[in-house]
């Protein structure tokens, strides 16, 4: 079983840029597509971006495309979301989250079978 832990989040203005990132354990990571979430307080939790297993393919939200990037290095078991011109409205919790399926990728068709614990991203204006 995966588990993941997120870092890197924090407070930052608008505008500006933030990275998080997220650390699997287990043996199955690599073959595995993974995804950024986030919830907005009050809002539902909704898919940010997803990469698959391989990282040749990826998937954004039309509110991120263009200002966040997602990408992985399997080898340290890790999947990054870099996030450029921040928004207050990005102003979120931000979790991982790793697919249930073995080498399958279908973009924001995602098909959550772990959750990371979550990192807090506050975007001031």
């Known amino acids: 079983q995966v588990q993941l832990v997120e870092s890197g989040g924090g407070l930052v203005q608008a505008g500006g840029s933030l990275s998080v990132s997220c650390t699997a354990s287990?043996?199955?990571?690599?073959?595995?597509?993974m995804g950024w979430f986030r919830q907005a307080p009050g809002k539902e939790r909704e898919l940010v971006a997803s990469i698959s297993w391989s990282g040749d393919e990826t998937y954004y939200a039309a509110s991120v495309k263009g200002r966040f990037t997602i990408s992985r290095d399997n080898a340290k078991n890790s999947v990054y979301l870099q996030m450029n011109g921040l928004k207050p409205e990005d102003t979120a919790v931000y979790y991982c989250?790793?697919?249930?399926?073995?080498?399958?990728?279908?973009?924001?068709?995602?098909?959550?079978?772990?959750w990371g614990q979550g990192t807090l991203v506050t975007v001031s204006s």
């Open positions: 287990g043996r199955t990571f690599s073959n595995l597509s």
């Open positions: 989250a790793a697919d249930s399926r073995f080498r399958w990728f279908t973009g924001p068709l995602f098909n959550v079978g772990v």
